[in-house]
């Protein structure tokens, strides 16, 4: 029986995607509920599932290509041998043994590359570069992608009847072509790029910095850090002090977790915090909902499932949605110090950095302490720079001092 593909829906407000790779191609057997095709959308990747196990048929729209939400982008074919693994029983065992017996019997032959079902734009480059076709080389990407990396590794590989070559001489580089790769910007990077030069060209933006101690949290840590793991299966990081201390702030300053919508100031009562997550084609930022009613705990097992989802493009999109404040951690890059853009209709951003052993003054003293870069990046027509400080200060008072947290003082 004929089963058509079919694009779902992706979500609020979303009704064109972009085609990924087919991860199946014609002809092939697919499992049923087995990823057939990577759909991009402007907010996420999705992976579109085979309904039913079989085999795919047709494909009517190429990578690159774009379909509307409940377009018909291909046809498989069901069958009871794709929708589960068969058995060998009876005559269908006897042959199948027959068979394999017939296999061990025959010469070992070398195993041929497998063939790839796409090849990378960087994959590409190098087999132009070192005179190679897709064919020489086996592909190891996942759904049979040729990587960059089996390239460099297939010409790296001596071959076993050559002699070692001498070193080449120096020769100066030669003025030969050089070569640009053009390639469509990907939903994800179109919206980012939307959604940033939004920020800047409707919002008063400013960013202000401090810095804080983290010697008392990296105590903590070190103290209770094994425990902690022991109970709730997740290691204690710096994300969940700096949530609780950012809702702590929200609370003082109201106007960094409100937004401007027409004319008029919204201020809301809930606390839903996004933090931004490098995924494998640009950063998301799924959304903590009540972060305030959550724990250290409960906001550390949230994050850390959100970090692995989103190297896998699992990140739901109605995760992505609402989210009253943003945090983002450039210091996992080793960034030291920026400016956060503020993702709108929010009205702030903190910016966390790396954490460096520097020099400061302690009771008149110079001591060496793990020091943190701070910024926050805000909306000024809604807040004042001495409600921005005042919010930077009270993130500051609560990292360095994690017990007033607890004591909500």
Not at 25 to 41: K, S
Not at 77 to 88: D, I, K, L, M, Y
Not at 143 to 164: H, Q, Y
Not at 170 to 184: T, Y
């Amino acid at each position: 029986m004929q089963v058509e593909l079919i694009i779902p829906d992706c979500g609020e407000s979303i009704t064109q995607v972009t085609l990924g790779p087919w991860l199946i191609a014609e002809g092939e057997p697919v499992q049923r509920d087995q990823t057939v095709l990577e759909i991009e959308t402007d907010k996420a990747t999705i992976e579109l599932p085979a309904p039913v196990g079989g085999v795919i048929r047709k494909t009517l729209k190429k990578q690159g290509e774009t379909a509307a939400i409940g377009e018909v982008v291909g046809y498989m074919e069901e069958s009871a041998a794709g929708a589960a693994t068969p058995t060998n029983s009876g005559a269908a065992g006897a042959t199948a043994t027959a068979a394999a017996t017939t296999i061990a019997k025959a010469p070992t032959a070398p195993p041929k590359p497998a063939a790839a079902t796409f090849v990378m734009p960087a994959a590409q480059r190098e087999l132009a570069q070192r005179g190679l076709s897709a064919g020489e080389v086996a592909a190891t990407g996942p759904g049979g992608r040729l990587l960059k990396e089996d390239v460099l590794r297939t010409a790296a590989a001596p071959s076993p009847t050559s002699l070692p070559a001498a070193p080449p001489a120096f020769e100066p580089p030669a003025g030969g072509d050089r070569h640009e790769e053009i390639v469509p910007m990907t939903p994800i990077r179109k919206r980012i790029a939307e959604r940033l030069v939004q920020s800047k060209q409707t919002m008063a933006l400013l960013t202000t910095f401090n810095e804080i101690d983290m010697s008392n949290v990296m105590a903590m840590r070190k103290e209770f850090g094994e425990a902690f793991e022991r109970k709730y299966g997740v290691r204690l990081g710096f994300m969940s002090f700096f949530v609780k201390a950012a809702i702590d702030a929200l609370k003082l300053i109201p106007a960094a977790n409100g937004e401007i919508r027409g004319d008029s100031i919204v201020y809301k009562d809930y606390y839903d915090i996004s933090i931004a997550v490098q995924a494998q084609k640009g950063l998301v930022v799924p959304v903590i909902r009540n972060a305030d009613r959550m724990s250290l705990a409960q906001i550390e097992t949230v994050v850390g499932d959100f970090g692995r989802r989103a190297k896998e493009n699992k990140i739901g999109i109605e995760e992505l949605q609402g989210g009253t404040f943003t945090i983002s951690n450039g210091g996992v890059f080793g960034s030291l110090m920026s400016t956060p853009i503020v993702n709108p209709p929010q009205t702030a951003i903190l910016g966390m950095h790396a954490i460096q052993d520097r020099p400061v003054a302690r009771d008149g003293q110079v001591v060496i302490r793990p020091m943190m870069y701070v910024a926050l990046t805000y909306d000024h027509r809604l807040i004042d720079g001495r409600e921005s400080v005042t919010f930077l200060k009270r993130v500051k008072e609560c990292v360095e001092n994690p017990s007033r947290m607890l004591l909500e003082v």
